[in-house]
């Protein structure tokens, strides 16, 4: 199994350039998830899905979009990159309540920076 | 709301050293609570897990039990190697699912 397949691993940015990072999971989960890292910090929750279709916002969510068109992918979209969105970002997925003990799935993350 | 509270470092220490990572939590109901592990890097990996009060997780000679009277998850090692350098994070999954991190520690082991 891949798990939690994230692309690119790093990239640079010019502001006000878009972008579009990728997510992609094999594991059937339900559930997926886009945090982002600053240097030093914990995780915040940019957004979230819970299936198909369905996303919402999690603690930071300005500057992001996403989409869930299926059950494997979950794409973070930039718009209008700006030096605040340089930052490690991880994608992870999970079972979701029908097994909340099972945790969470992280991809190897994507760095990027905005210059 | 729910929040997660963990020690900050960077914790150095001497090879075979004894670790304590000390973790609290505030949350409604019973959570589940979790510490993972980030090597240099890497994304994070499910280290060990709790679902309920008084369970131990363990793994790697890591341990850590689900203390509900003191709300906290402390993470213990007897004997750390070089190799267990890493940022340390403890996490509690409520209803709704989504995890909630603390801020993370950094463990430097030094031969």
């Known amino acids: 199994n891949a798990g939690v397949t994230q692309t690119p691993k790093f990239r640079i940015l010019k502001i006000g350039q878009s972008m579009t990072l990728q997510c992609a999971q094999d594991?059937?989960?339900?559930?997926m998830y886009w945090y982002r890292q600053d240097p030093g910090m914990g995780l915040k929750l940019i957004y979230y899905?819970?299936?198909?279709?369905?996303?919402d916002k999690g603690e930071v969510p300005n500057g992001y979009n996403v989409s869930r068109s299926t059950t494997e992918d979950f794409p973070l979209r930039l718009e209008l990159a700006a030096p605040s969105q340089t930052s490690v970002y991880f994608c992870?997925?999970?079972?979701?309540?029908?097994?909340?003990?099972?945790?969470?799935?992280f991809g190897s993350g994507t760095r990027l920076t905005v210059v | 709301g729910n929040s997660v509270t963990q020690m900050e470092g960077p914790v150095t220490l001497s090879e075979e050293a004894f670790l304590t990572i000390n973790c609290t939590y505030t949350?409604?109901?019973?959570?589940?609570l979790f510490w993972y592990v980030q090597y240099p890097g890497e994304g994070l990996q499910l280290l060990l897990k709790?679902?309920?009060?008084?369970d131990k997780g363990s793994n790697k000679g890591f341990e850590a039990t689900y203390r509900k009277e003191t709300t906290s998850f402390h993470l213990e090692k007897g004997s750390v190697q070089v190799s267990d350098s890493a940022v340390y994070f403890c996490?509690?999954?409520?209803?709704?699912?989504?995890?909630?991190f603390g801020g993370g520690t950094r463990v430097l082991v030094k031969p």
């Open positions: 992870a997925s999970s079972y979701g309540e029908t097994r909340p003990a099972y945790g969470y799935t």
């Open positions: 594991m059937n989960h339900n559930y």
């Open positions: 899905s819970v299936g198909a279709g369905i996303t």
């Open positions: 949350a409604t109901g019973y959570p589940s």
């Open positions: 709790a679902t309920k009060a008084d």
């Open positions: 996490a509690l999954q409520a209803a709704g699912n989504k995890l909630t």
